[in-house]
T-cell receptor, first 115, second 112 residues
Framework: SQQGEEDPQALSIQEGENATMNCSYKTSINNLQWYRQNSGRGLVHLILIRSNEREKHSGRLRVTLDTSKKSSSLLITASRAADTASYFCATAASRIKAAGNKLTFGGGTRVLVKP | DAGVTQSPTHLIKTRGQQVTLRCSPK?????VSWYQQALGQGPQFIFQ???????QRGNFPDRFSGHQFPNYSSELNVNALLLGDSALYLC???????????FGPGTRLTVL
């Protein structure tokens, strides 16, 4: 079963606009990560936010985390055609086991940036 | 510095056959995780290997098995293939106790 649910499932915007997508999850987490996937290939790690952090920036990306609401958002500012991809949130459980944390992914948001 | 590599890129099998997928982790990484991604869905965790042992396992049947070698590379084996096993299989490597995982390009398996 999937931990996170992204909203919306699909998003179409014009180049230069901002894109915002949300992720909700169900259980306590150690951290939440956002990944990008182009054309059904490998995932690229974008940003990690820990459970004790509320906001994090990386270039044109801004991630927020609200652990009381069990939700996160990813904002891509000044979008480009190259940002067209699927975006996934993934959570790592709060209990760290012997060898790292497995990631539990949501269903993803498919973003289309039109030139 | 090579990232995570996987082979083969594509694979076509028929129901009932067996398949082996391979993964080489990013240089310096010691932990390998495998994920299955069905079309239009997010990846699902299969299992994770560290020190040549399976450390965590997701909700997958025993038909799915794996192995990690002393050089940290890993194999995923699936026996008695079903049509529903058709998916993109992703390998991710990391350092033990570190959160960030680096993904390979995946192997697309089609079961006919």
């Amino acid at each position: 079963s999937q931990q996170g649910e992204e909203d919306p499932q699909a998003l179409s915007i014009q180049e230069g606009e901002n894109a915002t997508m949300n992720c909700s999850y169900k259980t306590s987490i150690n951290n939440l990560q956002w990944y990008r996937q182009n054309s059904g290939r490998g995932l690229v790690h974008l940003i990690l936010i820990r459970s004790n952090e509320r906001e994090k920036h990386s270039g044109r990306l801004r991630v927020t985390l609200d652990t009381s609401k069990k939700s996160s958002s990813l904002l891509i500012t000044a979008s480009r055609a190259a940002d067209t991809a699927s975006y996934f949130c993934a959570t790592a459980a709060s209990r760290i086991k012997a060898a790292g944390n497995k990631l539990t992914f949501g269903g993803g948001t498919r973003v289309l940036v039109k030139p | 510095d090579a990232g995570v590599t996987q082979s083969p890129t594509h694979l076509i099998k028929t129901r009932g056959q067996q398949v082996t997928l391979r993964c080489s982790p990013k240089s310096g990484h010691d932990t390998v995780s495998w994920y299955q991604q069905a079309l239009g869905q997010g990846p699902q965790f299969i299992f994770q290997y560290y020190e040549e042992e399976e450390r965590q396992r997701g909700n997958f049947p025993d038909r799915f098995s794996g192995h990690q070698f002393p050089n940290y590379s890993s194999e995923l084996n699936v026996n008695a293939l079903l049509l529903g096993d058709s998916a993109l299989y992703l390998c991710a490597s990391s350092l033990v106790h570190r959160n960030e995982q680096f993904f390979g390009p995946g192997t697309r398996l089609t079961v006919l």
